[in-house]
């Protein structure tokens, strides 16, 4: 087993509110699909935030094995935002040359080449706003992929999305999963059908972690930890 | 026309008016795109008019160069602004307004207790093309420049932090840097351009092009390029019909601007049904 994500005794306290997250320890595993579950303000995108650096000040150590793709929760600003699928993905590689003032060939080569695997690269030139939620998360999500092709985090992804589409969406995870080797963390409420697709689960509940191990136990009730 | 035209650009208040103004409008609007699109279209408004209580203030004191006071208060003052939009205890709205209407009554009081309300107060209040010192239209040149070239070195970082801020710190930027960046822009543009368009409204070049723009076009780059080229169109359409109709100039140019945005609004209209 290959750790992508190793967290050892992980708390975080917000200014307002105290012990969000208490002594966490995960590892997060190279090439599977982990779900986090729990209920609201259960510390799950938190937790996600952390991980991708932006809460800063917690105690104990979370060590990234690579860099990772993120997908946050959307904003009310991306709801009319004048802005191509192109220039969107594109804007996935700033990572990769942070201090240059133009995109490189490569990150444009690169950009072209997720969205035509995403199935966007028809429709690069529309705009983000005309786009259906659905299509939305799939140009964000191949946004993600322009940051690394390893591993993504993604907070909440079928949030707002109708059954149908959410469906989708995981199958296109789990498609990159099994292609690519990508390896996947994701924050979802929608425990009955994201499960269907991932390969482990952890469970948070106050701040701690109630379960973390295979779906399959998860879901047939045994191995509580 | 082209006589008439002839004619104007033989002053040289003219001449100045123009070379300033074309810049002025040029980089309001472009940073007009990034604050429109985060929901800080007001902070023109408001930096607007701190930036008259200073120069009252400095004027009051005596200062021959106010200007060169007011740009560092404008600053402070656009830094908390932004600020305060990450606090959310208090709504940046609700902040602009109160800082942007005690800023005006300072700057009034303070009038009427030293020069009364006279010709150059309603020049800083509505601006005027004739209120520009050789000094100023220096200033204004240089610090449109800069702001230009910032625009353009940071303009793929302007845009991932104006689409997804999150997105942008996970991937390492430093959205803070690049957001007090904009705000000390914004509030340098604001006051090199207060003097021609005057502080009640000087905030309309910075949204009117941005607003306009989005209208018709759905992407950024096209935004900011349609943004540009309004800014610059109604500004020399403003001076020229207000050159003509004996109107203020400041005024003149928001008018041609809502007018634009009406247009574009029908077009958009026209397109979509």
Same mark, same amino acid.
């Given at each position: 087993m290959q750790t992508i994500i190793d967290i050892k005794d992980l708390s975080f306290s917000y200014p307002s509110k105290k012990d969000v997250l208490k002594k966490i320890n995960i590892k997060v595993e190279k090439g599977k699909f982990t779900c986090i579950v729990g209920e609201n303000g259960s510390g799950k995108s938190t937790l996600l935030k952390c991980i991708v650096g932006l809460n800063k000040g917690y105690t104990g150590q979370i060590s990234i094995d690579e860099k990772v793709g993120y997908l946050p929760q959307k904003t009310e600003i991306q709801t009319n935002f004048p802005a191509s699928i192109e220039e969107v993905?594109?804007?996935?590689?700033?990572?990769?040359?942070?201090?240059?003032?133009?995109?490189?060939?490569?990150?444009?080569?690169?950009?072209?080449?997720?969205?035509?695997e995403l199935g966007i690269y028809d429709i690069r030139k529309k705009s983000f706003i005309d786009l259906s939620g659905g299509q939305q998360q799939r140009v964000l999500i191949a946004r993600a992929m322009c940051a690394t092709e390893k591993t993504i985090?993604?907070?909440?992804?079928?949030?707002?999305?109708?059954?149908?589409?959410?469906?989708?969406?995981?199958?296109? $995870?789990?498609?990159?999963?099994?292609?690519?080797?990508?390896?996947?963390?994701?924050?979802?409420?929608?425990?009955?059908?994201? $499960?269907?697709?991932?390969?482990k689960v952890i469970e948070i509940e106050n701040g701690e972690i109630k379960y973390n191990g295979d779906t399959n136990n998860y879901l047939t009730g045994g191995d509580i930890k | 026309m082209i006589e008439t035209i002839i004619e104007m650009i033989q002053h040289s208040f003219i001449q100045r008016a123009i070379l300033v103004g074309s810049l002025v409008s040029l980089c309001a609007a472009l940073l007009g795109v990034s604050l429109v699109l985060k929901r800080y279209s007001m902070i023109g408004d408001g930096l607007s008019h701190v930036g008259f209580a200073i120069l009252t203030i400095a004027t009051a004191l005596g200062f021959t160069t106010p200007l060169y006071i007011a740009i560092p208060g404008v600053i402070i003052t656009a830094i908390i602004l932004l600020k305060v939009g990450d606090n959310k205890k208090i709504k940046s709205d609700s902040a602009i307004a109160l800082i #942007? %209407?005690?800023?005006?009554?300072?700057?009034?009081?303070?009038?009427?207790?030293?020069?009364?309300?006279?010709?150059?107060?309603?020049?800083?209040?509505?601006?005027?093309?004739?209120?520009?010192?050789?000094? &100023?239209?220096?200033?204004?040149?240089?610090?449109?420049?800069?702001?230009?070239?910032?625009?353009?070195?940071?303009?793929?970082?302007?845009?991932?932090?104006?689409? &997804?801020?999150?997105?942008?710190?996970? %991937?390492?930027?430093?959205?803070?840097?690049?957001?007090?960046?904009?705000?000390?822009?914004?509030?340098?543009?604001?006051?090199?351009?207060?003097?021609?368009?005057?502080?009640?409204?000087?905030?309309?070049?910075?949204?009117?092009?941005?607003?306009? #723009?989005?209208?018709?076009?759905?992407?950024?780059?096209?935004?900011?390029?349609?943004?540009?080229?309004?800014?610059?169109?109604?500004?020399?359409?403003?001076?020229?019909? %207000?050159?003509?109709?004996?109107? #203020?100039?400041?005024?003149?140019?928001?008018?041609?601007?809502?007018?634009?945005?009406?247009?574009?609004?029908?077009? &958009?209209?026209?397109?979509? &049904?």
């Open positions: 993905v594109l804007s996935g590689t700033i990572s990769n040359n942070i201090n240059s003032i133009f995109y490189k060939k490569d990150d444009k080569e690169k950009a072209s080449r997720i969205m035509k985090i993604l907070d909440e992804p079928t949030n707002g999305l109708d059954p149908k589409v959410a469906k989708q969406i995981y199958e296109m $995870l789990d498609k990159l999963k099994k292609e690519k080797n990508l390896s996947i963390l994701m924050v979802s409420h929608d425990i009955d059908r994201a $499960l269907k697709y991932t390969d | #942007s %209407s005690s800023a005006l009554a300072i700057g009034v009081a303070i009038t009427s207790l030293t020069t009364g309300m006279n010709t150059d107060v309603c020049n800083f209040m509505f601006g005027s093309i004739l209120a520009m010192s050789e000094s &100023d239209v220096v200033l204004s040149v240089i610090v449109s420049i800069i702001v230009a070239i910032l625009f353009i070195i940071y303009y793929r970082k302007l845009f991932i932090i104006t689409f &997804d801020e999150d997105f942008a710190k996970a %991937s390492g930027l430093k959205v803070k840097k690049y957001t007090n960046i904009i705000a000390i822009l914004t509030a340098v543009i604001i006051v090199v351009g207060m003097r021609m368009m005057g502080t009640l409204l000087i905030s309309s070049i910075i949204i009117f092009p941005a607003l306009t #723009s989005m209208r018709i076009f759905k992407t950024f780059k096209k935004v900011v390029i349609s943004s540009a080229i309004i800014s610059i169109v109604c500004f020399l359409l403003g001076i020229y019909l %207000s050159y003509i109709f004996n109107i #203020s100039t400041g005024a003149m140019i928001v008018l041609v601007n809502l007018v634009l945005f009406i247009i574009f609004t029908i077009i &958009d209209k026209i397109l979509h &049904d």
